[in-house]
């Protein structure tokens, strides 16, 4: 599993006092403000941050972080991913399962025929699809609704579906 989890992107500056904007990569917006701690990716090393205050501002984050107090310091981390670690991640509720742990789990059909390897999760609004990996074979597309996904064991990296048809087409 994954130690540290992405929650968004330093898209740019904000103001001269240090703030950034931030396109948030996780499910809730609003999570910031509850958030005291995130790790910045400068040029593949985590570089420790405290949240002073978060804001909204469409669907950006303009947070301020105790360690950046200037529109010079601030530039340095324009494009950096930004993580939490577990500690501080969001409790999921049952059967919720962070996108990052999901990656890379082998998928089944309930015949037990291995179908791929799960590559991606788009987030469509209805629903999220799953974009399975297929040797040889076009991605599959598995719509994550409970007809379809029978099991999701993370532990064991293994996910079940039920193969709908049409699915493969």
Do not use: W
């Amino acid at each position: 599993m994954e130690q540290m989890l992405r929650v968004g992107v330093i898209a740019n500056t904000h103001g001269v006092m240090g703030e950034v904007k931030i396109y948030p990569t996780c499910d809730d917006i609003k999570r910031f403000s509850k958030l005291k701690k995130a790790y910045a990716d400068v040029k593949g090393k985590l570089k420790e941050l405290n949240l002073k205050s978060a804001r909204y501002h469409k669907n950006m984050v303009i947070v301020k972080f105790d360690e950046i107090q200037s529109m010079d310091e601030a530039l340095l981390y324009k494009g950096c991913d930004l993580y939490v670690d577990r500690e501080n991640a969001v409790k999921l509720k049952k059967g919720e399962y962070f996108v990052a742990d999901m990656i890379g789990i082998k998928v089944f059909t309930d015949e037990g025929i291995l179908l791929g390897e799960l590559s991606d999760v788009l987030q469509t609004g209805a629903n999220d699809v799953y974009i399975v990996k297929r040797d040889n074979n076009k991605d599959a597309l598995i719509p994550a609704i409970k007809e379809c996904v029978k099991e999701i064991d993370i532990e064991n990296k293994k996910m079940t579906i039920h193969l709908m048809e049409g699915l493969l087409d």
